[in-house]
């Protein structure tokens, strides 16, 4: 916790309005995904940060984190699942409603090694925003994007279909599995992963002492360091998903711990 | 009728420590006060409790930490610190440069423990002790003192006899004899109270079909508390004479000021800074405004207990 | 494994008498039975719960008597009923037609009255006495009798007595030894046991700068309080063989399951029936269809408790 | 209580769907009153009765009662004043959202006593929308209709002029003050009033024994006996509002007590 007395002047918590709000995924059983365009006067975020989002006329408690997808002009998007309580009121949201937002928050991507070869980046579901935030970053064709769905993709529409490896478990696009059934981090540079915990943990498994970041999901209160809720034991001690994260090198993560 | 075109005054005494304020940040929702810069100004607050200390540090409790209620925040952090000689090299000067009040949350497991980490805090430069007997969260973190007035009678006394600074206690709303406990402090030297700490609350996975917390039981906090942990603040402040710093679930004005009616001197906010972060300077100055609109020269005048 | 083809058995048995389902209104939220007829299909639920009943007459509480708090309802309604002779001439009869189990809720000012009360009630076709020693919102209302384990015995002994019918004994949760009480009433001869009652809670008018009630404190109810509610249950559960029926702010299936995983038998619905009437029917239906789901063929499987 | 075992199968409780929700009145400082429509496809409602409205993703927990301004082909519509949280939910509610309602609950504006005279139409403020209702079933020109307001009026344009009087405290409309200043109940055949309690008492003490009925607003939480929340003292004893009331004759009722 030495750093938690880094001063933090690049965030701020404001009251902003929802611009838009417009479903890209509606299976049925699975929830809603839509993207979410908020007015955002304050610092620019960077790939790999989060918000906490929390609707004025919230109905929990507590604000949720989200990744940012994309930042232009004022305008910071979100893709957001619907799972529990907390996003069913974010993806039902509409445009014209008062929003509060804290951030930006959390680290960013580390910048990729030297090296030689592409960057893998590995999205399983709604993982795929701060992956897709970074690639806009990244140098066209330098990178190849993973992407594992339940059932039918959403969100990679504007990635050329040979730089995109798709997998769902009902086999309704790609390879029929799971992304780390078809994932090989031989050749690649380095690897950029987020999703669901199993997932990324398989993919740490895969990847050894090879260079890859995986983005974790930890119940947050506070999401600025404050409260010790959102824990992640690493071979470097108790870390703090919030601020020390939510990007760590793969091979740090003790996941059974 | 008092004058209405004096400023409010808000600042509060409490044992001899005047504060500009009385919002002041709650203990292990606030971290070491540098967290929650850049979000909100935090040289406003009246003052800031640290996280829950102990001599030692404290990895904390395993598995989930936290689960959201119904207006109710459920937690068990399990007393996560760097111990209290790395507090007061590393944490303790950026602190102190905030301007709000530096308020020491102790905890421990033994007496001994306790003495001796109020010991090495007495020596720098907090203004107050909070003593923390009603963690409800670890195994032997100080809610067992708080539960019963002959044990906390024995705390506060071994660290009233080495602790040069304000005392202040904290006190546990599971304690079946609050105010035994309260006056049981107060007997033993105690300056001030403050109340309440988490609820012991019990959650579980619906899915997984096993408690949500490793340790089954864990701190209910947040809006939800909030007329339970008034009312006890209320029984407390009718039976005592010592300042009493009222928390439990507050997160607007209007919940502020149902403190001070109960006879709160000053307030601590801790669950409501997550839901909102300006939610402390929200309410200095909704309280600022209320007097003003109010004419009221000082918010003690609010107290509804038959106080002399 | 379970047979997955059998339809879900949601029948359960306190005290000898088989519910249909463990889906019970609370007393007071559910006045007479008849109240909600039309909103929902009052012939479904496995039982229902009187208004709370005393000997004689009673007019209730003057002044205010509900205030809202986050997700949390305070009562000050002080029992008022028309008395157990009223009672059973006048709402008793069309009762016994609904379908649900009749338990009435008995209270007293004495153990005299309770025991007055007790043997008329005997006399009638309820099917079960729910004992309330736990009313918090009249002076003598029972309450007292609930918070410590000796008077608790003696009302409950006194009752049983005269008492033929199935006694539950509804316990309060402001009880400072709750399971001491749970013990307490089992040995002094309780068929069964059901928890919580209503919080005593706190709240002020700030405009008024007065207490909302008259009485100053107030009982709480709602899904504030679960988290509360389910760890006594869990305690409770653990400390007694006889069946428990848990509520407390239960309002959704899952909360319904939780108090199941804590070991309750059934469980009663209050104030989540005000917030949606259809609460009850939605729970009855959730729960069967979890079972289907998780092919569990009785509910007592959910239990997290070690119970032979 | 004896009422208590009366069968209500004349009511329902449905999910329903927010038709329209429009601002009819936006003073800065007195917050907004709208009118809002819902499809309903319960049993009409009657002059004088009200629905328990929660939206489905309510932020409070209670349902509020709100008084039946119109019914029309499966649509009820109610008038809305913002007062605390519970109200400023539903004054804010869009159209598509879907909320729940309990009703039609309460008694009715009972039937005019024979007689000469017209009938007095007696509102203060949002208390104007059961009395809306009720002139739609009474002859034109068989009443006159009183509306007090803080400051500018609402809600009454559809009345012609002769059978209004208005009163404002702030003087921005018709009489400087407030309604019972200015309404003398002689030569009335009845008088029918809502409004805050304050106004109703003087109202009562006014009309004396004359026939005057009023509705009157208590805290509720269940809406239909259940509870005994929401008790209303009178002559004849404790009376609950929502079942027994909320209408009752204005002489029975014990204000002070
Ligand atoms: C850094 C970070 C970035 C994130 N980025 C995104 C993003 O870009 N987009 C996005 O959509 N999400 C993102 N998330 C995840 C998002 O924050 C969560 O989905 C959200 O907080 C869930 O809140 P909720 O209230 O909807 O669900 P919750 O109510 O918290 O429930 C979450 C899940 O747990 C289950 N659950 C709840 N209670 C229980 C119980 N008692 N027993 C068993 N199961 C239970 C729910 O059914 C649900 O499946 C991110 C998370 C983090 C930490
Ligand atoms: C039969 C009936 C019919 C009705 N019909 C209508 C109708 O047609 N249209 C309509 O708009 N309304 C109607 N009402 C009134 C409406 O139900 C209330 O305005 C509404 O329930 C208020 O809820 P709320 O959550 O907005 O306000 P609340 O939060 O309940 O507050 C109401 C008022 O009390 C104040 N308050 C809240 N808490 C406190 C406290 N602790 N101390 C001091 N003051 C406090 C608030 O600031 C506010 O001024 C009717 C009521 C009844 C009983
Ligand atoms: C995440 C979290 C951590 C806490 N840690 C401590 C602690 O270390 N020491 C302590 O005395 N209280 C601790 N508390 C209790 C708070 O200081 C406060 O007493 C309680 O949360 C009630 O106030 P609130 O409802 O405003 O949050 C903690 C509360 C939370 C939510
Ligand atoms: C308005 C109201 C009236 C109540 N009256 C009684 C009563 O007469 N007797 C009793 O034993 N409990 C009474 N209770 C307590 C409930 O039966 C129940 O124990 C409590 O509300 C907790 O459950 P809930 O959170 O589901 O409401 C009352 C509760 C409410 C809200
Ligand atoms: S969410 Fe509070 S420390 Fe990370
Ligand atoms: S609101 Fe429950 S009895 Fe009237």
Redesign the interface.
């Known amino acids: 916790m030495a750093d938690s007395s880094t001063c933090h002047h690049d965030r701020a918590f404001l009251s902003c309005t929802i611009v838009a709000n417009a479903p890209i995924h509606t299976v049925p059983g699975e929830g809603l995904v839509t993207e979410m365009q908020v007015s955002w006067e304050g610092p620019v975020p960077q790939p790999g940060q989060f918000f906490m989002l929390r609707l004025e006329r919230s109905g929990v408690l507590l604000g949720r984190p989200i990744s940012v997808l994309g930042y232009r002009n004022g305008l910071v998007s979100f893709m957001i699942a619907e799972r529990g309580k907390g996003s069913r009121e974010l993806v039902t949201a509409r445009a014209g409603e008062a929003i509060e937002l804290s951030g930006p928050l959390g680290n960013t991507w580390p910048v990729p090694p030297l090296g030689d070869g592409p960057i893998a980046l590995v999205g399983g579901g709604i993982g795929i925003a701060p992956l897709i935030y970074l690639s806009e970053r990244l140098p066209p064709g330098s990178f190849h994007f993973y992407g594992g769905f339940r059932s039918k993709p959403y969100g990679l529409e504007g990635f050329p279909p040979e730089s995109l490896t798709l997998a769902s478990e009902d086999g309704s696009v790609g390879y029929r599995g799971r992304i780390p059934d078809v994932f090989n981090p031989a050749g690649f540079r380095a690897v950029y992963a987020c999703g669901p915990t199993p997932m990324l943990k398989r993919i740490a498994e895969v990847c050894g002492q090879a260079p890859c970041y995986i983005s974790l999901e930890e119940r947050m209160a506070c999401g600025v360091g404050a409260c010790l809720g959102c824990t992640v034991r690493t071979t470097r001690g108790n870390r703090r998903c919030c601020v020390d994260g939510p990007i760590f090198p793969a091979a740090e993560v003790l996941f059974d711990a | 009728m008092h004058n209405n075109n004096i400023q409010p005054d808000l600042s509060v005494q409490i044992a001899g420590i005047t504060f500009k304020n009385p919002v002041i940040a709650a203990s ?5 006060g ?7 100004d935090v040289s406003r607050l009246g003052g800031i409790c640290t ?1 829950g200390l102990t001599l030692h540090p404290r ?2 409790n ?1 598995g ?12 068990s ?1 399990g007393l ?1 610190n ?1 111990g209290i000689p790395a507090f007061i090299e ?2 303790l000067p ?1 602190m102190l440069e905030l301007g709000p009040r530096v308020i020491a949350n102790l905890s421990g497991s033994t007496v001994e423990e306790y003495q001796e980490g109020a010991r090495l805090l007495s020596a720098t430069g907090i203004d107050m002790i909070e003593l923390n007997i009603s963690c409800p969260n670890v195994k032997a973190g100080g809610m067992a003192f708080g539960l019963c007035p002959a044990d906390a009678a024995t705390v506060v006394q071994a660290v009233r006899r080495v602790c040069d600074k304000p005392l202040m206690v904290k006190l546990s709303p599971n304690a ?2 609050l105010v035994g406990v309260a006056l049981a402090c107060i007997n033993a030297g105690a300056d001030a109270l403050s109340l309440v700490n988490t ?6 996975d ?1 899915r997984r ?3 949500i917390f490793d340790h ?2 864990a701190g ?1 906090s ?7 942990a ?2 006890m603040v ?1 029984d407390v402040c009718a039976a005592v004479q010592v300042p009493v710093v009222g928390m439990g ?1 507050i ?1 607007s004005t ?1 919940d502020a ?2 403190f001070f ?2 006879g709160a001197t000053a307030i601590q906010i801790g ?1 409501a ?6 939610t402390m300077i929200d309410i200095i100055e909704g309280l600022e405004q209320y007097m003003e609109t109010e004419r009221i020269s000082h918010l003690s005048e ?1 107290s ?1 207990q038959d106080r002399e």
Chains 1, 4 share one sequence.
Do not use: C
Request: hydrophobic share 40%; net charge positive.
């Open positions: 292990g929702t606030f971290g070491y540098q967290e929650y810069a850049g979000l909100i996280k990895e904390g395993r989930r930490r936290l689960h959201e209620t119904a207006s109710g925040l459920m937690n952090i996560e760097p590393q944490e950026a079946p004899d609820f012991k609350a019990l959650a579980f619906i079909r096993t408690p089954v039981t209910l947040g809006p939800a508390i909030k007329p339970l008034l009312r209320w679930g997160a209007e000021l149902e009616m109960a669950t800074t997550f839901s909102r972060p300006s609010l509804l």
